[in-house]
């Protein structure tokens, strides 16, 4: 049991260096940006990288969580190695049409989504195609290595390719260099292809794949089962990452570049680095949800899980609000202080999609596919038309982001029914109230404007309730009976 323990916590060190760690190399690469060419250069970089994700989500049928859910509820060796036969095959084959067609299409994907037809834009989608063919062999090596529970080649694959990054930015910017996209699609050629190199290397070390075992595909049946939920998640996931690029899209066309870049620092620092954590827990969460059978184990799973990130989104979002100003001059530069209007809002849909994320895990882990598809396609939907409103009807920075909280608090309100229906132990006390008290301040400080930000007692009375919202969480974290 002690070895079990000491086991458990130390992938969960592990996964959390590798994920805060590519998290951190991710940062150092917007910062390098903003240096070398500023607010444009960022809302260029952030449009080509999550064309770059949508088109790896659709090639690995929505990212790591078929393979990873699949290789955890599977104990023999044999079965895990028809599955990776399987599942290996499939996104091999889907990954190559997908860098195909990208490269194809280059032109009408450069209009469509950067509303430009210049000839260097259309070269650098043309080498996009090539980094996302890379980036779906390293996405596929991270989720074996994941369904393993290898968390120390994980943290290492997850970590080399950002590194890589950040040294080929850096570089640029060091030389004052052009601001040339074409060095951008490079960049991403490299960091993808360092990442895929380091997962390949994990996966060859993992053991007892020396063992003489036919890697024969699936049975039909499961093959099916597989495919199944595979393309589920990838309509899941794809709804998410095809969303977040039409938003962007739409922002370059009616605001350009400059006002893109703006939005997308704040939504970087909020979506991106103060979820984390979430990303962290995924790789110990997942696989522990779908082992779960009882209903009070996954009761107990499930809180902790919850309360844990209620607990350090808490603390994380009141202290991005209150340090705003120096965070964006250190992370980015003091030109892209406006960006403090769109981290201020959008803490408070990161508190609700943390809560959800966790609710929502249960679809996954049961393979609830037709719940999972609906679920997601309706809240990017309500993502689609509210933001494309916000632009309409306002126009501004602000408006944006209040685009973003409203359907992620009514997908966090539609996962906990969920989750209480699926298991009558699960309530919906259990973490209504505390997340009421988290983002009550964070609501009165959004709603107040910049005001706020010269009255001493606001920030000391917004502190003294964060603090004491997390500590009842962590608090509750440890009260869970596993």
Same mark, same amino acid.
């Not at 037809?117 to 259309?122: G, I, K, R, W, Y």
């Not at 980036?135 to 596929?140: E, Q």
């Not at 679809?363 to 596919?369: E, K, M, Q």
């Given at each position: 049991? #002690? @070895?079990? &323990?000491?086991?458990?916590?130390?992938? /969960?060190?592990?996964?959390? !260096?590798? *994920?805060?760690?590519? +998290?951190?190399?991710?940062?150092?690469?917007?910062?390098?940006?903003?240096?070398?060419?500023?607010?444009?250069?960022?809302?260029?970089?952030?449009?080509?990288?999550?064309?770059?994700?949508?088109?790896?989500?659709?090639?690995?049928?929505?990212?790591?969580?078929?393979?990873?859910?699949?290789?955890?509820?599977?104990?023999?060796?044999?079965?895990?190695?028809?599955?990776?036969?399987?599942?290996?095959?499939?996104?091999?084959?889907?990954?190559?049409?997908?860098?195909?067609?990208?490269?194809?299409?280059?032109?009408?994907?450069?209009?469509?989504?950067?509303?430009?037809?210049?000839?260097?834009?259309?070269?650098?989608?043309?080498?996009?195609?090539?980094?996302?063919?890379?980036?779906?062999?390293?996405?596929?090596?991270?989720?074996?290595?994941?369904?393993? #529970? @290898?968390? &120390?080649?994980?943290?290492?694959?997850? /970590?080399?390719?950002?590194? !890589?990054? *950040?040294?080929?930015? +850096?570089?640029?910017?060091?030389?004052?260099?052009?601001?040339?996209?074409?060095?951008?699609?490079?960049?991403?050629?490299?960091?993808?292809?360092?990442?895929?190199?380091a997962g390949a290397l994990g996966v060859s070390r993992l053991p007892g794949l020396s063992a003489a075992l036919r890697p024969g595909a699936l049975p039909k049946a499961q093959s099916r089962a597989f495919i199944r939920f595979a393309v589920s998640n990838l309509v899941a996931a794809l709804s998410t990452t095809v969303a977040l690029l039409l938003v962007r899209s739409w922002v370059i066309e009616a605001k350009g570049l400059a006002f893109a870049g703006l939005f997308d620092a704040g939504w970087t620092l909020t979506f991106n680095y103060t979820t984390l954590f979430l990303t962290a827990c995924s790789a110990i969460y997942l696989p522990r949800l779908t082992a779960a059978v009882r209903p009070e184990d996954r009761r107990a799973c499930m809180l902790r899980t919850a309360y844990l990130v209620l607990g350090v989104g808490?603390?994380?979002?009141?202290?991005?609000?209150?340090?705003?100003?120096?965070?964006?001059?250190?992370?980015?530069?003091?030109?892209?202080?406006?960006?403090?209007?769109?981290?201020?809002?959008?803490?408070?849909?990161?508190?609700?999609?943390?809560?959800?994320?966790?609710?929502?895990?249960?679809?996954?882990?049961?393979?609830?596919?037709?719940?999972?598809?609906?679920?997601?396609?309706?809240?990017?939907?309500?993502?689609?038309?509210?933001?494309?409103?916000?632009?309409?009807?306002?126009?501004?920075?602000?408006?944006?982001?209040?685009?973003?909280?409203?359907?992620?608090?009514?997908?966090?309100?539609?996962?906990?029914?969920?989750?209480?229906?699926?298991?009558?132990?699960?309530?919906?006390?259990?973490?209504?109230?505390?997340?009421?008290?988290?983002?009550?301040?964070?609501?009165?400080?959004?709603?107040?404007?910049?005001?706020?930000?010269?009255?001493?007692?606001?920030?000391?009375?917004?502190?003294?309730?964060?603090?004491?919202?997390?500590?009842?969480?962590?608090?509750?974290?440890?009260?869970?009976?596993?």
């Amino acid at each position: 049991m #002690r @070895s079990l &323990l000491a086991s458990l916590r130390g992938g /969960v060190l592990a996964s959390t !260096a590798g *994920v805060f760690g590519s +998290a951190f190399l991710w940062l150092l690469s917007f910062k390098a940006i903003a240096f070398w060419m500023g607010p444009e250069g960022v809302g260029l970089f952030s449009q080509l990288r999550q064309m770059a994700q949508a088109a790896t989500v659709g090639a690995t049928f929505g990212g790591t969580n078929a393979v990873v859910q699949g290789l955890a509820e599977r104990e023999g060796e044999a079965e895990r190695r028809q599955l990776r036969a399987t599942a290996s095959r499939l996104i091999g084959a889907s990954g190559l049409v997908v860098a195909l067609v990208i490269a194809a299409a280059a032109p009408f994907l450069t209009q469509f989504f950067l509303a430009s037809s210049a000839p260097d834009l259309v070269a650098t989608v043309r080498w996009i195609a090539l980094a996302v063919l890379l980036n779906v062999g390293g996405t596929y090596a991270l989720a074996v290595l994941n369904g393993y #529970r @290898s968390y &120390l080649y994980l943290a290492l694959a997850q /970590v080399a390719g950002p590194a !890589a990054l *950040v040294m080929v930015l +850096a570089i640029a910017g060091w030389w004052r260099l052009p601001h040339d996209p074409l060095i951008l699609a490079t960049a991403f050629v490299v960091c993808f292809g360092v990442t895929f190199l380091a997962g390949a290397l994990g996966v060859s070390r993992l053991p007892g794949l020396s063992a003489a075992l036919r890697p024969g595909a699936l049975p039909k049946a499961q093959s099916r089962a597989f495919i199944r939920f595979a393309v589920s998640n990838l309509v899941a996931a794809l709804s998410t990452t095809v969303a977040l690029l039409l938003v962007r899209s739409w922002v370059i066309e009616a605001k350009g570049l400059a006002f893109a870049g703006l939005f997308d620092a704040g939504w970087t620092l909020t979506f991106n680095y103060t979820t984390l954590f979430l990303t962290a827990c995924s790789a110990i969460y997942l696989p522990r949800l779908t082992a779960a059978v009882r209903p009070e184990d996954r009761r107990a799973c499930m809180l902790r899980t919850a309360y844990l990130v209620l607990g350090v989104g808490i603390l994380a979002c009141h202290a991005i609000v209150l340090l705003k100003e120096p965070l964006i001059s250190l992370l980015y530069s003091p030109a892209f202080q406006a960006s403090g209007e769109v981290l201020t809002v959008l803490v408070i849909a990161v508190m609700f999609r943390g809560v959800s994320w966790v609710y929502g895990a249960l679809i996954l882990a049961t393979r609830s596919s037709r719940v999972l598809v609906v679920s997601d396609v309706a809240l990017n939907l309500l993502l689609l038309a509210s933001t494309r409103y916000a632009l309409d009807r306002f126009g501004s920075l602000e408006a944006l982001s209040w685009a973003f909280v409203l359907p992620n608090f009514l997908y966090l309100v539609f996962v906990v029914e969920y989750a209480c229906r699926h298991n009558r132990l699960m309530r919906r006390l259990d973490v209504w109230p505390l997340l009421l008290v988290g983002t009550l301040p964070l609501f009165y400080v959004a709603l107040s404007g910049s005001q706020w930000a010269h009255s001493g007692p606001v920030r000391w009375v917004s502190m003294a309730v964060g603090l004491g919202a997390a500590g009842a969480a962590l608090l509750a974290y440890k009260k869970v009976i596993q």
